[in-house]
C-alpha cells in the first residue's frame, strides 16, 4: 500500500541554519504531495503542494520538488528562524478522493 | 473565507459514554475528511464524506460513524468509549474544483478529547 517515510527528529538547528528534512514515499500511479506543518496546539497547516514530476512547491522560504525517480519530496529552507519550530509532515493523496497518508512528522527546534 | 470550524476544542469523557464531535467546513467545500492523531499512531484517516455521501473509510471500528449534512457540515461520533481512544481527532475540509489548490485538504485546529 502506499505510504511515506520522513526523517526521524527532533532536528534541532540555530537561527539562520540551513534546513532539510527528507521524505520518500511509494505508491502506486502519480499521488500529489503536500508538506503541513503543525504548531503546538493547533491543527495542520498547508506549508506546499505539488501534483506532478518535477513540480516545485514554494511557501514562506520553504521549497520541495516532486522527484519521481527518487520517489522523494524532501523540504528545504535556507534560513531558519525561531517562528519555524514546529512539527512538519509529509503526505501523499494517491487520487482525488480524500484519505491523505501521512509521515510520522518531524519535529524542528530553532534555537535562537 | 473563514478556515475549518471544530466544535468542541475540548472534551473530557468517561470509558463507556459517547461524544459527537463537530467540523464546519470551509465555505464552498463539500468534502469533509476525519483524522485521528496519537502520539503511538501518527496521524490515521477516518473517513471522508462528500455530498452526503462517505465514499471513502480508513481501518476503524464500527464505534466510529460520521455524516454530513446538506450544508456540507459533518459530525463524527464516537459511542462506548475506550481509554485509546484519547486524541486530537482532525477535520479537513476540500474543494472539487479545479486549479493548482483542487482537492488540497484544509484542516481545522481539533478537538482533543480525553477519555478518563
Known amino acids: 500500500g502506499d505510504s511515506v517515510t520522513q526523517m526521524e527528529g527532533p532536528v534541532t538547528l540555530s537561527e539562520e541554519a540551513f534546513l532539510t528534512i527528507n521524505c520518500t514515499y511509494t505508491?502506486?500511479?502519480?499521488?500529489?504531495l503536500f508538506w503541513y506543518v503543525q504548531y503546538p496546539g493547533e491543527g495542520l497547516q498547508l506549508l506546499l503542494k505539488a501534483t506532478k514530476a518535477d513540480d516545485k512547491g514554494s511557501n514562506k522560504g520553504f521549497e520541495a520538488t516532486y522527484r519521481k525517480e527518487t520517489t522523494s519530496f524532501h523540504l528545504e529552507k535556507g534560513s531558519v528562524q525561531v517562528s519555524d519550530s514546529a512539527v512538519y509532515f509529509c503526505a501523499l493523496k494517491p487520487d482525488s478522493w480524500g484519505k491523505l497518508q501521512f509521515g510520522a512528522g518531524t519535529q524542528v527546534v530553532v534555537t535562537p | 473565507k473563514a478556515g475549518v470550524t471544530q466544535t468542541p476544542r475540548y472534551l473530557i469523557k468517561t470509558r463507556g459514554q459517547q461524544v459527537t464531535l463537530s467540523c464546519s467546513p470551509i465555505s464552498g467545500h463539500r468534502s469533509v475528511s476525519w483524522y485521528q492523531q496519537t502520539p503511538g499512531q501518527g496521524l490515521q484517516f477516518l473517513f471522508e464524506y462528500f455530498s452526503e455521501t462517505q465514499r471513502n473509510k480508513g481501518n476503524f471500528p464500527g464505534r466510529f460513524s460520521g455524516r454530513q449534512f446538506s450544508n456540507s457540515r459533518s459530525e463524527m461520533n464516537v459511542s462506548t468509549l475506550e481509554l485509546g481512544d484519547s486524541a486530537l481527532y482532525l477535520c479537513?475540509?476540500?474543494?472539487?474544483?479545479?486549479?493548482?489548490?483542487?482537492?488540497?485538504?484544509?484542516f481545522g485546529p481539533g478537538t482533543r478529547l480525553t477519555v478518563l
Open positions: 505508491a502506486t500511479g502519480y499521488p500529489s
Open positions: 479537513a475540509s476540500s474543494s472539487t474544483g479545479t486549479g493548482r489548490l483542487a482537492d488540497t485538504q484544509y
